[in-house]
């Protein structure tokens, strides 16, 4: 009996893994037709608080993900669901072994009385698979303190509504000067995100607004929200986001005490932690704006 839920668990795997690579494989053909020239990039990027990313009580709130180019990531999806499964993921919940989620895996090993050895054993071993298969990672972090200082009541209100959209549009910022001065603006990027469905159409009008602002070679070539369930490289990026975060006090001094993962992580991840001067120069130019506007009104 043992042996047969044995193997129905193996061929449960087998088909939910295969699935997910196919769907992975789809999207990256999609987004990076044949007759395009050149080498084929994309984004993942995720944020990561609570469930929604907006978590109040969270002193740290970050956006973080990787860049990688087609290949990378098909072999990043096929590394990663195996370690998932050798990992014995399982012990701890079936749905594991198919859609990491970080913080779901620490509660559940130290609800379970893993031992810290065998809990960085295992992230050490994730975050090894992301440094081999991705080419950088990106994150920014703010302090929901400096946050809640720097912005009145009426700038969070109107303009910027909530932290994830800082942040989100800081990470793009980021990805943006990469390609083009650290990769000469050579390479196009195609984005995924997680499909957050409350923060789906203003984010997608942040990205629209800064690919017509600044993306004077087109090199954002498209965005697309994509389920971490069918997507496994969604979920290297919330492996970084919830690491960032729940060490963020750090921010970008990333020292060795800070996190197994982020300090096997952290030679491949650029961090902008935005500062409270870099905050307060943000809210007087908002206020201006608002100011301007009524005055036009």
Known sequence: MLTLMNQEAQNQWRERSQRALEITCHLLRRVFPPMYIGR?????????????????????ASFGGYLGDENQWKRFSLDWLAALRDLKLRELSPAL????????FYFLAKEAGWPVSRIDGCVVALAEIIKRHTLMGFAALISTENYERAFSLRIKKRRLRDRYYLLFEQALKMQWRYLYYGRAGRERVAFFFDNKRTYETRAARIFDGLKEAFDTHNLLASRTFVSSTDFPPIQAADFVAYELRHFGRNGTHLLTEVTTAMNALKSQVMVHEFRPEELKMIAERLETQMRQKSKRA
Do not use: K, N, W
Request: charged share 30%; no cysteine; glycine share 6%.
């Open 40 to 60: 084929r990039i994309a984004v993942v990027l995720e944020s990561y608080g609570d469930e929604s990313g907006t978590d109040d009580l969270s002193p740290y």
């Open 97 to 104: 072994e198919i859609e990491f989620h970080t913080s779901q």
